[in-house]
């Protein structure tokens, strides 16, 4: 589903991906491991046509990942290693936000809305401030959010980051409930036992 040929990306003076090749195979969970600050997050930023890469080639889906590739944009969702959500509103006006986004309309939208929140175990407290959401809580929301438009791949960029362990466990869950029923995934961590536990193949 995803080719990386000879990726470089530069900020500046700065060398974050060099000569990076690797290829991700259609059903898999595929992980990138690294420490902070070894180009994971530039490389998964490259693959969701975030960024534009300095050198290489890169596919994903059959077509060119660039910043115009919108074709993939909207086959692919992005779980950030930031909390990307709105603090004041509650659970479910961040998944209408996030879903209209997408595109998301009316009783398409409703239905998106519920399967996410059943997916990250939220229904209960959708109606709930994100403000008054726990840390896991807040990165299981954040997973919910990239889950509205049904992506064929979804990235997940170290979503346990300073998590607890029940909610750690639930994103794991939830990585291979997803995968088992056919969504690609690229998932990114510093921890050797999470790449062991969820990953078919480590970059």
Not at 82 to 95: K, M, V
Not at 194 to 200: G, I, N, S, V, Y
């Amino acid at each position: 589903v995803a080719t990386v040929e000879g990726l470089v990306h530069r900020y500046g003076d700065l060398t974050a991906v060099d000569d990076l090749s690797f290829s991700i195979n259609r059903g898999e969970v595929f992980g990138l491991l690294g420490p902070n600050g070894a180009g994971k997050s530039t490389t998964i930023s490259i693959l969701s046509c975030i960024l534009e890469r300095t050198g290489g080639r890169v596919t994903v889906l059959g077509a060119d990942a660039g910043p115009n590739a919108r074709s993939v944009k909207a086959r692919v969702g992005l779980v950030p290693q930031e909390i990307a959500l709105y603090e004041e509103l509650s659970g479910l006006d961040n998944l209408k936000f996030f879903g209209r986004l997408y595109g998301l309309s009316g009783a398409r939208l409703v239905e998106a809305i519920e399967s996410a929140l059943e997916t990250v175990g939220l229904a209960d407290r959708a109606a709930a401030a994100v403000r008054e959401y726990s840390g896991g809580m807040k990165r299981r929301l954040n997973l919910a959010a990239g889950l509205l438009h049904d992506p064929e791949i979804l990235i997940l960029d170290e979503p346990t980051v300073g998590v607890d362990p029940q909610s750690r466990n639930h994103i794991f869950d939830n990585v291979q409930r997803l995968n088992a029923a056919g969504m690609n995934v690229i998932y990114t961590t510093h921890y050797m036992e999470e790449a062991e536990r969820l990953c078919d193949r480590v970059a």
